[in-house]
């Protein structure tokens, strides 16, 4: 199994332009979340999904929006990227069972200049 | 709101010499603690989690240790593998699993 994959690794754009990051897991976990981690801080999230075809807002959703229209996949889109989005990107899913951990992917780093 | 506080933002041990840290949490309803291990440049990796005050786990020289208000991850005589920053999270009741994260606790065990 490979988990939690997510693509791509790096990107650097500019301000203003737009940008989608997919998750993917191979689990078949129910549920799924995207998080940003910023320099010294934990993980603040933006979004999550219990379902396929369900989508909601975390803390900081302003600026994001998300879709999940297979189970396996939970993509991050930025339509207007703007220098505050600068952060390193976590996607993570979990079981639906009690108690359950979340697995985390190896994060995408985005630099908006 | 729930909320988690982390102390020490940093701590630096020799190698063998054992400490603990802290994890303060306030949460409407506990479904769960969770500590996990983050390298860098790499993603979280679950070690334990705890649901009930009382309750304790072991990994290797690490043991997780959980009150009504706070959590301890203790480690004794730590190996510079160690060093990583160690993240500690809470899940609430009825929650869709959301988890609301402290900011983490870096460890470096210098040889």
């Known amino acids: 199994n490979a988990g939690v994959t997510q693509t791509p690794k790096f990107r650097v754009l500019k301000t203003g332009q737009s940008m989608t990051l997919l998750c993917a897991q191979d689990?078949?976990?129910?549920?799924m979340y995207w998080y940003r981690q910023d320099p010294g801080m934990g993980l603040r999230l933006i979004h999550y999904?219990?379902?396929?075809?369900?989508?909601a807002k975390g803390e900081v959703p302003d600026g994001y929006n998300v879709s999940r229209l297979k189970k396996q996949n939970f993509l991050l889109g930025l339509e207007s990227a703007a220098p505050s989005q600068t952060s390193v990107y976590f996607c993570?899913?979990?079981?639906?069972?009690?108690?359950?951990?979340?697995?985390f992917g190896p994060g995408t780093r985005l630099t908006v200049l | 709101e729930d909320q988690v506080t982390q102390s020490p933002e940093a701590l630096r041990l020799q190698e063998g010499e054992s400490s603990s840290l802290n994890c303060s949490y306030t949460?409407?309803?506990?479904?769960?603690l969770f500590w996990y291990r983050q390298d860098p440049g790499k993603g979280p990796e679950f070690l334990f989690t705890?649901?009930?005050a009382g309750e304790e786990k072991e990994k290797e020289r690490l043991k997780a240790t959980l009150t009504k208000k706070e959590s301890f991850l203790h480690i004794t005589a730590p190996k510079p593998e160690d060093s990583a920053t160690y993240l500690c999270?809470?899940?609430?009741?009825?929650?869709?699993?959301?988890?609301?994260f402290g900011d983490g606790t870096t460890l470096t065990v210098k040889p």
């Open positions: 993570a899913s979990m079981r639906t069972n009690s108690y359950n951990e979340q697995f």
């Open positions: 689990m078949n976990h129910e549920y």
């Open positions: 999904s219990v379902g396929e075809g369900t989508t």
């Open positions: 949460v409407s309803g506990l479904r769960g």
């Open positions: 705890l649901y009930s």
């Open positions: 999270a809470v899940q609430a009741v009825g929650n869709a699993g959301k988890s609301t």
